[in-house]
């Protein structure tokens, strides 16, 4: 049941993000209001994996395997470049701060930091689901062959 | 209960986060970058530096007429020869750089696609 939850909602974050991730094809009206979409999923799938995350932490300078060490600094990494995306979005908004009467100051001094950032946050992105690759695969498969593969029922039993 | 704490605590940090960053990009970008203004009628457009309300929707600012001038948005002079007068009239709020990001994500799912097909045809 947490796992099905966990897939669900990282599929959501998915999508939402690569449509907010790609503002030449969306246009800005649409970018910048899915991603502030996109910052509300991420913050959900940080809250669920927040007990891993004190874990890990809590153990990075002991005994560690080396995965779950490199998780936590990719997400870490991630976590930092999202804010940095989402702060200096903020900076060159033309229509979220405009919806609410507001304009901000510095335009060439964000765009640089949002176009940056927003690239890195990507090759992140990426780093992450590759390194998830196999929990993905396996929790898919387990789902889709769940639902659509029949159980046949053990002898003596009845189908309900 | 639990899921409360990590919700305030994942808050909290993205808030303590958010505000490092504004103060590291605020302190290299300074004095052009401030808090967001409240767009009023007789604010500063921050396209051109005029006090239109017509250029508040920020949009590409218009092409400059012979002895026209606009406020450089980086160094505050007026100059038609202003270094980033071709970006206000072109680049400005135009997601150029997002093809990188299309070439990123192409590459990764041609790299994804290769892997793929070679695990299925051994």
């Known amino acids: 049941m947490k796992t099905t939850r966990d897939l669900i909602i990282d599929a959501v974050l998915l999508a939402v993000y690569l449509v907010a991730a790609n503002p030449a094809t969306t246009g800005l009206l649409i970018h910048e209001w899915v991603s502030i979409g996109a910052l509300l999923v991420a913050l959900v799938h940080t809250v669920l994996h927040w007990d891993w995350t004190v874990e890990t932490a809590r153990r990075f300078l002991g005994k560690l395997a080396v995965a779950p060490r490199w998780n936590l600094v990719i997400d870490a990494a991630a976590l930092l470049a999202f804010i940095t995306v989402m702060v200096s979005g903020f900076g060159v908004s033309r229509h979220v701060l405009l919806a609410f009467g507001y304009f901000a100051p510095g335009y060439f001094v964000w765009k640089p930091v949002h176009s940056i950032s927003a690239v890195v946050l990507l090759a992140l992105v990426i780093v992450h689901l590759a390194m998830h690759w196999k929990w993905i695969v396996t929790a898919v498969r387990t789902r889709v062959g769940a639902t659509t593969t029949p159980r046949s029922p053990a002898p003596g039993q009845r189908r309900s | ?89 072109s680049h400005y709020n135009e997601p150029k750089t997002s093809s990188l990001n299309l070439w990123i994500l192409g590459l990764s799912v041609f790299t994804i696609a290769m892997i793929a097909i070679s695990l299925y045809v051994k």
């Open chain 2, 1 to 89: 209960m639990k899921t409360l704490k990590a919700a305030f605590a994942v808050i909290a940090i993205t808030v303590v986060l958010s505000v490092a960053v504004y103060a590291a990009v605020a302190a290299v970008g300074s004095p052009a970058v401030t808090l967001p203004e409240r767009v009023t009628t007789d604010s500063q457009c921050p396209v051109a530096g005029c006090t239109s309300a017509s250029c508040h929707g920020a949009a590409p600012a218009p092409e400059l007429a012979p002895g026209e001038t606009m406020t450089c948005p980086k160094v505050g002079c007026e100059a038609e020869s202003c270094h980033a007068a071709d970006r206000l009239v």
